[in-house]
T-cell receptor, first 116, second 109 residues
Framework: DTEVTQTPKHLVMGMTNKKSLKCEQHMGHRAMYWYKQKAKKPPELMFVYSYEKLSINESVPSRFSPECPNSSLLNLHLHALQPEDSALYLC???????????????FGEGSRLTVL | GQSLEQPSEVTAVEGAIVQINCTYQTSGFYGLSWYQQHDGGAPTFLSYNALDGLEETGRFSSFLSRSDSYGYLLLQELQMKDSASYFCAGRGGGNKLTFGTGTQLKVEL
């Protein structure tokens, strides 16, 4: 199984809503990532988890709250978002140890978020 | 941090060879990856250069020169399905992967 599965594929929410994005992988990877991508732009790193611990937070606003319940799951909790947060949110995973040597991240298809 | 610059758009004809360049400025650099992304799709890994030189994988080759802070992706025997966005990505410490500005490749008949 070389898949990263993200749900939901599409999400529309109001600025007062609370929602969550979910990501799952069963490749035994111990590094997991959240990226944000706007149209015609590169993916921008938001968070990195290594062995279920948050290792990188790229100064992301607190209205985005990541969670890594176990080595296979990664969540992104959303609260009080702004319309400019509308984007494609990509989850990825990689091996630890071998990851930095191969540079390979496995990406999910993304969750397309629209904030009204 | 890292910044990686690419040409915004490249156009080539089917069957041709095209080179997509990437120049980078970085503090802390372990290697350069390349990713392909079709419209509406996920980025998919193409290649990785940890050391200077050329890495070849089928129709795709990637090159890195650390002394010049420069790399490129070479696509041979272009096919229509190669029309996509291509991103270089710099590998930093702590599993940090920073994407370049991206190049949209258009393959024409």
């Amino acid at each position: 199984d070389t898949e990263v599965t993200q749900t939901p594929k599409h999400l529309v929410m109001g600025m007062t809503n609370k929602k969550s994005l979910k990501c799952e992988q069963h490749m035994g990877h111990r590094a997991m990532y959240w990226y944000k991508q706007k149209a015609k732009k590169p993916p921008e790193l938001m968070f990195v988890y290594s062995y279920e611990k948050l290792s990188i937070n790229e100064s992301v606003p607190s209205r985005f709250s990541p969670e890594c319940p176990n080595s296979s799951l990664l969540n992104l909790h959303l609260h009080a978002l702004q319309p400019e947060d509308s984007a494609l949110y990509l989850c990825a995973s990689s091996q630890e140890g071998a990851g930095p040597n191969t540079g390979e991240l496995f990406f999910g298809e993304g969750s397309r978020l629209t904030v009204l | 941090g890292q910044s990686l610059e690419q040409p915004s758009e490249v156009t080539a004809v089917e069957g041709a060879i095209v080179q997509i360049n990437c120049t980078y400025q970085t503090s802390g650099f372990y290697g350069l990856s390349w990713y392909q992304q079709h419209d509406g799709g996920a980025p998919t890994f193409l290649s990785y250069n940890a050391l200077d030189g050329l890495e070849e994988t089928g129709r795709f080759s990637s090159f890195l020169s650390r002394s010049d802070s420069y790399g490129y992706l070479l696509l041979q025997e272009l096919q229509m399905k190669d029309s996509a966005s291509y991103f270089c990505a710099g590998r930093g410490g702590g599993n940090k992967l920073t994407f370049g500005t991206g190049t949209q490749l258009k393959v024409e008949l």
